[in-house]
């Protein structure tokens, strides 16, 4: 509802997203897309979680 309000008043409608890759992150972009938002959309891989589960040596 707040967004509404925002696109009426002509307030800025554009963000910067953090994808993680799973599904909640892709599900909150496909909302503010549908609901006009122009997105940048950031994806990073972090050296202090390289975990993978195709790795023999993985500890979780």
Known sequence: MMLRKMIEKGINRSAEVLLSGGLDSTLAVKMMVDQGVELT????????????????????
Do not use: G
């Open 41 to 60: 959309a950031i994806h990073f891989t972090s050296p202090f979680c390289n975990c993978s589960p195709r790795k023999a040596d993985c500890q979780q």
